[in-house]
């Protein structure tokens, strides 16, 4: 589980799950980010994964979003 913390105020916290392929290999993912609403976090995660996996949003499949 990562957690990404806001820069300041208060922010609901969402958890965030999905999958990705590495190399041809599917690795499930849990995140959990604050965020102002479920579509910045989706955001957030895109980004995140994306910059630390060198993956494209296509090989990034979000299944839930939820706050928690």
Known sequence: ???VKPLFGYMPEYEVNGSFEPGGET????????AENADVAREHTYAELGSKHRLKRTQIEIHEVNET
């Open 1 to 3: 589980v990562i957690r």
């Open 27 to 34: 690795r499930d993912f849990t995140q959990v980010i604050e």
